[in-house]
């Protein structure tokens, strides 16, 4: 629980349906919390692969010989559970984001708590980090990534001024960084902006929007018939995505249709949009923007 609070642990957990002799994946580890309780429900024959790619979620893994805990980006979804010998699996439940351990260690650089060098790295292995996003990116990426990933309208004046301090100084720590951009954010607005600038950054080091879409693709390949996806989104950036792909199994525009004229799909909406309840969030603050959407293969 230190580690990271589990949000709607039994709302997405039901909506995978667990099947006690099933085969099931929890792409988002971190501390384990889903991944515990379906193993719960599992019986002896059931398997539970998870994925992580912060290697401090490894010290969560669980002793148990129907789990299995891989540190690799869930990106390679596929090719790690063929790996392992599953080709196909009956539930796949993801919790996006970040963890509260990722966010409560100051030298991650997650948090706009802290004070730190500018990392945000989940995978401390990747070249990407946020000093390299803010320093050797040119001025329209800087701007794109704000725009696009933090929807702040300022992202063009913000991307220049990063970009003329960095021409003398490196911009190597977070103090740096708030310095710089202080005139966005010293006004009554100042924690959003803030939270605004970080998830940006955030999203385009963990190439977020490109993991997602890449495991999201290859879901309908991995459930088999009747399996079920059971995904948290905290941005709507994410939740649109989910959105789109459960009702059209594409990202952008309209499915073909099938001889008889009706949409080729591969997955079917199971339910409605599950949000935490009022007193979740009174318990735990980060559950706040958490959106639960499940869906079956069909
Ligand atoms: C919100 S936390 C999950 C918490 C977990 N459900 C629990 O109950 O403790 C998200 C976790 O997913 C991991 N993560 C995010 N994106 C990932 C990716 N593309 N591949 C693998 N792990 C990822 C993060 O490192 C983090 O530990």
Redesign the pocket.
Known sequence: MD??N??L?TEAVDGLNVKPGGVYV??????????REILKRLGPKGKLFA????KD?LLNTIDDSRFKLIN????FLKRFLRFYGAKKVDGILA?????S??FDVAERGFSTRFEADLDMR?DQDSKLSAFHVINKYDEEQIRDVFLQYGELRQAPAMARLIVEERATNEIKSSEHLKEVLKKFVKHKNEHKVLAQIYQAIRIEV?Q?IE?LKE?LLQVPEVLVTGGRLSCISYHSLEDRLVKRFIRNGLFEGEPERDVYGNFEVPLKKVGGLIVPSKAEIKENSRARSAKLRVAEKI
């Open positions: 580690y990271h589990p949000v642990l929890d792409v988002t580890f971190g501390g384990g919390g889903h991944g994925f992580d790619q912060d979620a690799e980006n869930f990106r919790d996006f984001g970040v963890s351990h990722q989940m963990n977020e993991a495991l």
